[in-house]
C-alpha cells in the first residue's frame, strides 16, 4: 500500500493535509519534522509533504528536517512554510513580506501542466503567511502567483519537488483537493488503494504476524473504537482475544448488561466482567483536576487488566482503541511541535512498567473512518453510529469531586438526554451529545418550595472527525423536553443548560 509521509512543522492545518490525501484514498500518516532519518526509510514513503507552520526559516531554532529525505527519490510537496524551506534549502531567497497575506487570495496560475493540470487560470486560495519566497531556487519554475507573492507555487520538475505557498488542504481553497490530487497521482505516480476493505486485509495480516500464538487482552467498552477494535482482532485471531470489560462506576446506564449482551452472546467474543467500581471511586476520591483524573484511571485500568489477565494466563499484548485525534491531541502528532490539549488514558496515562505490549490497530485513523470500517466489518449501525464516550468516562463530565450519588445522578440526566434526542430523530444529525455535571448548585423553585440543587449542562455538537466541531441549533421543543423531563425526573437536579461553544476555542468534552 502507497504511503505518503506528512512532516509536521507545527502547523494548525496539518491533520487536514492528512485528511485530503486520504479522502483521495492514499494512506498517509503525521510525524513530527524531526523524525528520524531511519524512521522514514522504515515507513517507505512514496511520497513526502512538508506542512505549514509558525516559523521563519532564518530563524536560529527553525524547524529544519533531515535534509537526506531528497535523496530518497521520492516527490515532495512543500504547503506555506514547508515551500519557504524548499526554497531556503535549495538556495532562493526567503524574505519578509512588505504586506502580510492572511485570508482569501486570489491565484493567478502560469503554469497548468501538473500540478494545475485540469484547473482554470484564475483560482480562490488561502493564504496565512508573513514570508514568501522572491528568488526562485536554482533549478525551480515559477507555476503561480499572487499580487501579494510572486511566486506562489514552484516546481522543479527533474526532481518532482514541488511547493505551494498557500493552504490547498483548508475549505477556503476550494480546488484545493484537486491540486493535492494531481500531486498524489499525475506527479507522484501513486495508486488510490487506501479502501475500508484493504484496511482490513492489511490490519489482519499483520495482527496475525504481530501476536503469533499469544493472547492479547482487550478493554471493551462497548463504544465504537474498542469495538470495532474487538471484532477486527477477532477475525484475525479468534479465541486467542480475551476481552475484559471494566466496570469502573464511570460508565454510562446500563452500559455493562449491554456489552454483556451483545459482545459475548452475539459476538461470542470470549469476555470477562471486572467489577471495579469501589476501587476506581476510591481512587478518586477528593481528585477534582482532570488530569490527575484521567492519570488516575489510566494506571488503575491497568492494573486491573493485569490482575483479569494474570487468571486468563500467560497475555503478551494489550490492545486499544486508539484513535488518532487521540494520538494528536495527546502527543502533538507523535513529539511535534503543536501545542498539547489533553492528554487520553489510553495515549498519555500509560504506566512506565506496563507489562503488556500494545497492539493498537485503529490508532492511525480519524473517527469517521473508524465508523466506515466498522460498516465494512458488518457491525451494526446502532452501534457504529453510537456517539463517542471518553475512556475517563462520566470522570470528565463531573466537573469537580467523584462520588457514586453524582455519577447515578448524571447517569439519569444523561440517559434522559440521549433518549430524547433518539426519540425526535436528531440522535444522528449530532456528532456527540452529552450532559455535564457542574460543580455549583442554584435556587429553584418547586411545589412552591424553595430548593437549592445542582445545574447541569447539555451539550450537542456537529462534527466531521471530532478535530473541530461546532454546537447543534437542536430544536427548541427539543432542548425543552430534555429540561423539563431532566428536572422533572432526576431528584437532585433544577437546573439545565445547553452549552453552545466551538471547537475552537472550547474542547468537545468539557474536561
Not at 456489552?259 to 478518586?284: G, M, N, P, Q, T
Not at 484521567?294 to 486468563?312: L, M, P, S, T, W
Request: proline fraction near 5%; charge should be positive; glycine fraction near 8%.
Amino acid at each position: 500500500m502507497d504511503k505518503v509521509l506528512i512532516l509536521d512543522f507545527g502547523s494548525q492545518y496539518t491533520q487536514l493535509i492528512a485528511r485530503r490525501v486520504r479522502e483521495a484514498k492514499v494512506f498517509s500518516l503525521i510525524h513530527p519534522y524531526n523524525i528520524s532519518f531511519k524512521k522514514i526509510k522504515e515507513i517507505n514513503p512514496k511520497a513526502i509533504i512538508l506542512s505549514g507552520g509558525p516559523s521563519n526559516v532564518y530563524a536560529k531554532k527553525a524547524p529544519l528536517p533531515d535534509k537526506r529525505i531528497f535523496d530518497l527519490g521520492v516527490p515532495v510537496l512543500g504547503i506555506c512554510y514547508g515551500m519557504q524551506f524548499l526554497g531556503y534549502h535549495f538556495k532562493g531567497k526567503v524574505r519578509k513580506t512588505k504586506l502580510r497575506e492572511y485570508g482569501p487570495a486570489a491565484l493567478l496560475v502560469n503554469d497548468r501542466t501538473d500540478l494545475f493540470y485540469g484547473l482554470g487560470k484564475k483560482l480562490n486560495c488561502w493564504m496565512s503567511h508573513g514570508d514568501h519566497i522572491d528568488r526562485l531556487p536554482p533549478g525551480f519554475k515559477r507555476l503561480a502567483h499572487t499580487s501579494n507573492s510572486p511566486i506562489a507555487s514552484m516546481k522543479d520538475s527533474k526532481r518532482k519537488i514541488y511547493g505551494v505557498q498557500f493552504h490547498p488542504e483548508v475549505v477556503h481553497t476550494p480546488q484545493g483537493a484537486k491540486i493535492i490530487s494531481n500531486f498524489l497521482f499525475r506527479i507522484a505516480g501513486l495508486k488510490p488503494n487506501w479502501t475500508p476493505a484493504n484496511f482490513i486485509k492489511e490490519s489482519i495480516k499483520q495482527i496475525k504476524e504481530t501476536v503469533g500464538k499469544d493472547n492479547v487482552v482487550l478493554g471493551l467498552s462497548g463504544g465504537v473504537d474498542s469495538s470495532v477494535a474487538a471484532v477486527l482482532i477477532h477475525k484475525a485471531i479468534g479465541k486467542q482475544l480475551k476481552a475484559i470489560f471494566v466496570d469502573n462506576g464511570l460508565l454510562r446506564l446500563y452500559e455493562r448488561e449491554a456489552v454483556v449482551d451483545l459482545f459475548k452472546k452475539h459476538y461470542r467474543i470470549d469476555l470477562k466482567v471486572a467489577k471495579s467500581e469501589d476501587l476506581f471511586l476510591k481512587k478518586l476520591k477528593n481528585v477534582s483536576d482532570p488530569e490527575k483524573k484521567r492519570k488516575i484511571i489510566g494506571h488503575v485500568f491497568i492494573d486491573v487488566f493485569a490482575k483479569e489477565a494474570r487468571r486468563i494466563g500467560k497475555v503478551k499484548y494489550l490492545a486499544q482503541g486508539t484513535l488518532y485525534p487521540d494520538v494528536i491531541e495527546s502527543v502533538s502528532a507523535h513529539g511535534g511541535p503543536t501545542a498539547v490539549i489533553k492528554s487520553h488514558h489510553n495515549v498519555g496515562g500509560l504506566p512506565k512498567d506496563l507489562k503488556f505490549k500494545l497492539i493498537e490497530p485503529l490508532r492511525e485513523l480519524f473517527k469517521d473512518e473508524v465508523r466506515v470500517i466498522g460498516r465494512k466489518l458488518g457491525l451494526h449501525s446502532d452501534l457504529i453510529d453510537r456517539h463517542p464516550f471518553p475512556g475517563p468516562g462520566l470522570a470528565v463530565r463531573i466537573l469537580g469531586d467523584i462520588t457514586k450519588e453524582r455519577c447515578d445522578l448524571l447517569r439519569k440526566a444523561d440517559h434522559i438526554a440521549i433518549e430524547e434526542l433518539r426519540n425526535s430523530k436528531t440522535y444522528s444529525k449530532v456528532w456527540q451529545a452529552f450532559t455535564v455535571l457542574l460543580p455549583i448548585q442554584s435556587v429553584g423553585v418547586m411545589g412552591d418550595e424553595r430548593t437549592y440543587e445542582n445545574a447541569v449542562a447539555f451539550r450537542a455538537v456537529t462534527s466531521q472527525d471530532g478535530m473541530t466541531a461546532d454546537w447543534a441549533k437542536l430544536p427548541y421543543d427539543v432542548l425543552a423536553r430534555i429540561s423539563n423531563r431532566i428536572i422533572n425526573e432526576v431528584k437532585g437536579i433544577n437546573r439545565v443548560c445547553y452549552d453552545i461553544s466551538s471547537k475552537p476555542p472550547a474542547t468537545i468534552e468539557w474536561e
